[in-house]
């Protein structure tokens, strides 16, 4: 079956633009997580997603950083006046309730702020 | 005090060695530790779980947990030259509104001398 799909795989951007990215998890995955990841560094913990609603939000740095998840399906993390340091891969993973070792991870979308 | 420390390396070893790879975590109310590999430039996958204090093995891949010690590594024997990947240590922490999350070290890079 399929995997979780992210998309744009790139995204470049001016600073103080603003940018979605999108994540479809495994069909029937209720857990959804977004995850950014800099160089050399292990994935960070933004926000985790039950279903509709986010469960647990204190990753994102601050309130620029937005996701949603209207349907319990498809995600999208929005981050308005992008800066130069939210340069980084943003990594979505999928999995089923209840267990953070059942998390399936998509191929990231690199997103640079020029 | 980082949650998840890893040493970043790399460490080599020679082909067919065992590899070693180590993790220490601070929170001791943690139940679930895991494994992901990562390879540059894709996003990370799980290789082994581990849940109980002691030893689990899987193929060539050894997991091990000590709980009083807070600490537990992965063992890699007969190493091949297509395991020179970065290796995550990540472990299940409180989040807010009760679910466990992941956190994730820095990672620690494995390459294998052919």
């Known amino acids: 079956g399929a995997g979780v799909s992210q998309t744009p795989s790139n995204k470049v951007t001016e600073k103080g633009k603003y940018v979605e990215l999108r994540c479809d998890p495994i069909?029937?995955?209720?857990?959804l997580y977004w995850y950014r990841q800099s160089l050399g560094q292990g994935p960070e913990f933004l926000i985790y997603?039950?279903?509709?609603?986010?469960?647990?939000d204190s990753g994102l740095p601050n309130d620029r950083f937005f996701a949603v998840r209207p349907e319990g399906s498809v995600s999208t993390l929005k981050i308005q006046r992008t800066e130069r340091g939210d340069s980084a891969v943003y990594l979505c993973?999928?999995?089923?309730?209840?267990?953070?070792?059942?998390?399936?991870f998509g191929p990231g979308t690199r997103l640079t702020v020029l | 005090q980082k949650e998840v420390e890893q040493n970043s390396g790399p460490l080599s070893v020679p082909e067919g060695a065992i590899a070693s790879l180590n993790c220490t975590y601070s929170?001791?109310?943690?139940?679930?530790f895991f494994w992901y590999r990562q390879y540059s430039g894709k996003s990370p996958e799980l290789i082994m779980s581990?849940?109980?204090?002691g030893d689990k093995e899987d193929g060539r891949f050894t997991a091990q947990l000590n709980k009083a010690s807070q600490y537990v590594s992965l063992l890699i024997r007969d190493s091949q030259p297509s395991d020179s990947a970065t290796y995550l240590c990540?472990?299940?922490?409180?989040?807010?509104?009760?679910?466990?999350?992941?956190?994730f070290g820095t990672g620690t890079k494995l390459q294998v001398i052919p």
């Open positions: 993973a999928s999995g089923l309730a209840g267990g953070p070792d059942t998390q399936y």
């Open positions: 069909s029937g995955h209720t857990a």
């Open positions: 997603f039950q279903g509709t609603g986010a469960a647990d």
């Open positions: 929170d001791r109310g943690s139940q679930s």
């Open positions: 581990i849940y109980s204090n």
């Open positions: 990540a472990v299940n922490t409180r989040g807010s509104g009760g679910y466990q999350k992941v956190t």
